[in-house]
């Protein structure tokens, strides 16, 4: 039971439906609020921390299902405490363990609220889909300098929208677009050109953000997602529908691909940056060296070395999240990570399938999650907020499958008795 539903005694019905809405509205604002991190701390932060404070303190509960969240979330930030002992000057070391302990806050708080009401995703969803136009806007605009000081918005010529950097923005706008073709691909063909003009934004926006592991995880999470569509639906002219809306987006999104390449400046950037490998990716001291050379130095440290200290060391950060869970939040940090991610995959994949109201939303998450460990081995997504609400979004419909099953359970009960058999 959440704080809005208090017992009818307390709060009449009216009001408890009003409260329910306000903190409806109040979780959706702050996802929005997700899409503008220009600085730190952003507004999502001191919103979500009022926020989560608030639903918890007026009676938020965290169910068994998403216990284990929170256990392997703060155990990996237990870790990051733990590495702070191994820094000579702690720095902003403490801080960064504080955020790190703010995100996995907020990882659990989404997983409750989607349990308390599956009807919250399409409000998550519409509102992430909405800040993700804004701050694609921005980044677009501000790259053609369509308007006095809007260079804010670019990095190094690259879009980064209302973010600090490039390689955030482009994955920030890869779920919300997911869920664009999802909805394309299966929802009320009247609303496609509204959605389809939409996506058309955000697609432009991972484009110019010239991010290598945007581009790869956007196009790794359609072909996925189309396929998993194949896969669940048995009607032929389903799959057909599919097919040929899938065709069509890919003609059209190549075909702005094209007029954007028309543009000098786009061409020769993206001609530099479609380089699978770049040159500061392969020298002496690049990416993957130093990913071997960490991955070493960190067999003979269990406790880590401490945040951000390896950028001191390195000409560069780690961009790599296995290699920053160890350096980071050490062998404990490592362990409990990838035993949240695993799980979360677990989780995900196992229920992805089931015909449920919130299986399409579940099914736009976990690719993204799937995606973004992928991408992972590339790129730093310690600190991505919307990572933190993909992992909440899974456990919560995780939770809400084993609430339904539980309620069939007891319905199947009452209905024909102790020796009745229950449905999968």
Wanted: hydrophobic fraction near 55%; charged fraction near 15%; include cysteine.
């Amino acid at each position: 039971m959440s704080a809005i539903d208090a017992s009818p005694a307390r709060v009449a019905q009216p009001q408890r439906l009003t409260l329910r809405l306000i903190g409806s509205v109040a979780v959706a604002f702050g996802v929005f609020l997700s899409g503008f991190v220009i600085d730190e701390p952003a507004p999502y932060e001191l919103w979500m921390a009022g926020l989560i404070g608030l639903w918890f303190i007026l009676g938020l509960k965290i169910s068994r299902t998403t216990a284990p969240l929170l256990a392997l979330l703060l155990t990996f930030n237990i870790g990051g405490m733990l590495s702070l002992t191994q820094m000579r000057d702690l720095a902003t070391g403490p801080m960064y363990i504080a955020v790190s302990t703010f995100l996995a806050l907020t990882s659990i708080f989404y997983a409750a609220i989607i349990e308390d009401s599956h009807k919250r995703l399409p409000l998550i969803f519409n509102a992430w889909s909405f800040a993700a136009v804004i701050t694609s806007l921005l980044g677009i605009l501000g790259y053609f300098h369509a308007f006095p000081g809007s260079q804010v918005f670019t990095l190094y010529d690259r879009a980064k929208g209302a973010f600090q950097d490039p390689n955030v923005f482009g994955p920030f706008l890869v779920p919300p677009a997911l869920y664009l073709v999802h909805g394309i691909l299966a929802g009320n063909l009247k609303t496609s050109p509204i959605k389809a003009g939409a996506l058309l934004i955000l697609a432009l926006g991972i484009f110019l953000s010239f991010s290598r592991a945007a581009w790869g995880l956007f196009a790794f999470v359609v072909v996925v997602l189309i396929f998993i569509m194949l896969l669940k639906e048995r009607s032929g002219a389903f799959r057909l529908r599919v097919l040929i809306l899938s065709l069509g987006a890919i003609i059209l999104m190549v075909a702005s691909l094209l007029v954007a390449l028309q543009v000098p400046k786009v061409s020769e950037l993206f001609s530099a940056r479609a380089q699978l490998v770049q040159q500061y990716d392969g020298e002496h001291l690049g990416r993957f060296d130093r990913h071997r050379i960490g991955f070493q130095m960190m067999m003979e440290r269990p406790l880590g070395i401490g945040p951000l200290v390896f950028g001191t060391m390195f000409p560069e950060d780690e961009h790599n999240i296995w290699l920053k869970s160890l350096t980071t939040y050490g062998w404990l940090g490592f362990v409990s990570y990838v035993g949240m991610l695993c799980w979360t995959l677990y989780l995900g994949f196992r229920n992805m399938l089931l015909d449920r109201p919130w299986q399409p939303y579940l099914m736009v998450a976990w690719i993204s999650v799937l995606g973004h460990a992928a991408i992972g081995n590339v790129i730093d997504i310690d600190h991505w907020r919307h990572v933190y609400l993909l992992f909440g979004i899974v456990w919560g419909c995780a939770a809400l499958e084993v609430r339904h099953k539980r309620s069939t359970r007891s319905q199947t009960l009452e209905k024909f008795g102790k020796g009745a058999r229950f449905p999968a």
